[in-house]
């Protein structure tokens, strides 16, 4: 049971991360049953719950390590274009590769490939935090308009 619990918040961490981020979900049965905002409110709610299984996690998102290995080749690939630009201007007569301004340039244009993929995954985080800075403000919003309403 708690293995099945553990997969379910596995395949719905990154929408719990983006709903409820830095919260507590307490998972039981292959269901969400509560959002806390410690982890030692979500261990008394769900002592207090149900007598059973109960798995309990912090809603956040999974490290990815992609934008690391894409900065990681960019800086390969740059090294090799580097080193292939001082060949043919040291030894323009010695170099063995037939075109090596051609390998040089191939080398640059795959340095920014990799640097537009890390651009774009960066930009794509940025875009999820502000979906969730957004649903926060418009929550805040909703609130003050509903104090508002009870003050008249």
Avoid at 2 to 9: A, D, E, Q, T, V
Avoid at 52 to 58: C, D, E, L, M, S
Avoid at 90 to 119: H, K, Q
């Amino acid at each position: 049971m708690s293995n099945m619990n553990k997969r379910f918040f596995k395949n719905n961490r990154d929408k719990f991360a983006l709903r409820y981020p830095g919260k507590y979900v307490v998972i039981s049965e292959s269901a969400l049953t509560g959002v806390y905002d410690s982890r030692k409110a979500a261990l008394n709610a769900a002592s207090k719950l149900q007598p059973g299984a109960f798995y309990i996690a912090r809603c956040t998102s999974p490290k990815k390590w992609g934008s690391l290995i894409t900065l990681v080749f960019a800086g390969i690939f740059s090294f090799i274009g580097f080193i292939v630009f001082a060949l043919v201007r040291l030894n323009p007569g010695e170099v063995i590769a037939t075109d090596p301004l051609v390998l040089g340039l191939l080398f640059c244009i795959l340095t920014a490939i990799c640097l537009c993929i890390w651009l774009v995954g960066i930009l794509n985080r940025i875009a999820k935090k502000a979906t969730v800075i957004t649903r926060k403000l418009e929550q805040v919003k909703m609130a003050l308009e509903e104090i508002r309403k009870d003050l008249r």
